[in-house]
């Protein structure tokens, strides 16, 4: 076996693949670790191949591809993706995830090792599209699979976040079955939620608990953690466009207090959100992207799963144009010391959580 740490393809192996297919390979990954392993036979020729991928601060690796020189070399490439189990595992990550393109089938010997294939997303955005996902947890981590819907705008995550909760917890939510195309209707119903909790262009916490609380039935208890007295995501802003945000937020906590949503002043510590979150409730999360992405931003996903190790996320955000879909961002878990470092804003590193009880 030969690894690559930034996979380019050799010429052999290029047009082993084929046009189409290589060119998914050469897509420019690197912002996500990929890995490009080889296997090869005696006389050095590639044989099997496996590209695979993650993202940083994750508990979990991708594998973008597998091919196999002929049906004799079939086990070569089993091998491969032993072996990358093998290294998933022993890096402590929970899940290896599986992205199969429209079109082509998983092979026998994943669904032999225990690859099994999550439920197709809500079509969005274009990293919803042309594509199957499977997951192998390496961990026992028992719970209900999470609808996805990717954001279709830079600035709804929040909104996103808050419907796909609102889906989880029994009220609504984008459509219930997936259809083949994006759906307009859904997309309406984003920009809609965006509105009525903007902070233009940002949702901060006490405006997307609001929200919430507008959206779920009255016995789906709604509470804000929020560890910073003044307004949130306004560092940027001076003058007019830092007081009109100021003044929404002003708002909205008046408006918790009207509707009865707790907002709790003290800093949640992530152990106690992985212990609520593995109950009977979702946690709407305020978070950094760098350690996912390398470069800073404020972004909401939402956590619905966890155990004493990890917690487990939608992120609504996919970066497709460097090689991601909805495999990478959909049942996604994170480390507890991970998960500490995204969830913490601006150089306070203020912490935003919204829990909703789920259905």
């Keep these: 076996m030969t690894t690559t740490l930034s996979p380019r393809l050799d010429d052999e192996l290029r047009t082993a693949l084929g046009p189409a297919r290589a060119a998914r390979w050469e897509l420019p990954r690197e912002a996500y670790a990929p890995r490009l392993d080889l296997a090869r036979d005696a006389d050095g020729a590639a044989v099997a191949a ?28 089993a091998g491969l993706v032993d072996e990358l189990v093998d290294r998933a595992s022993a890096n402590g990550d929970a899940a290896v995830k599986w992205e199969v393109p429209l079109g082509q089938e998983l092979p026998d010997f994943a669904r032999e090792r225990g690859f099994a294939e999550l439920h197709a997303p809500h079509p969005s955005a274009a990293g919803t599209l042309g594509s199957r996902g499977y997951v192998r947890w390496l961990r026992e981590l028992p719970h209900t699979e999470a609808p996805y819907y990717a954001q279709t705008t830079m600035y709804t995550c929040g909104a996103v976040t808050g419907l796909l909760a609102a889906e989880l917890a029994g009220a609504g939510g984008f459509a219930a079955d997936a259809a083949p195309e994006p ?38 208890r709604v509470e804000v953690h929020l560890d910073h007295d003044g307004p949130v995501l306004i560092e940027a802003y001076s003058g007019f466009e830092r007081d009109f945000r100021a003044e929404l937020q002003s708002e909205s906590q008046r408006q918790a207090e009207a509707v009865g949503v707790p907002v709790v002043r003290e800093r949640v510590a992530v152990a106690e959100i992985a212990r609520r979150v593995a109950g009977s409730e979702l946690a709407l999360l305020l978070i950094d992207e760098a350690p996912m992405h390398g470069e800073t931003g404020p972004h909401w996903v939402l956590a619905h799963a966890a155990d004493e190790e990890v917690v487990v996320i939608e992120d609504p955000w996919i970066s497709s144009e460097l090689g991601e879909s909805w495999v990478d961002t959909h049942e996604l878990p994170i480390a507890h010391a991970d998960l500490d470092r995204m969830v913490a804003w601006g150089e306070a590193g203020y912490r935003g959580v919204v829990f909703v009880d789920r259905a």
């Design 50 to 77: 496996v590209l695979s991928s993650r993202r940083g601060a994750t508990a979990a690796v991708k594998i973008v591809d597998v091919w196999w020189r002929s049906e004799a070399d079939a086990p070569a490439a």
């Design 183 to 220: 759906s307009v209707a859904d997309r309406d119903l984003e920009l809609a939620f965006w509105r009525r909790a903007s902070n233009y262009p940002a949702i901060e916490p006490l405006g997307l608990g609001v929200v919430m609380r507008e959206t779920l039935p009255p016995e789906r």
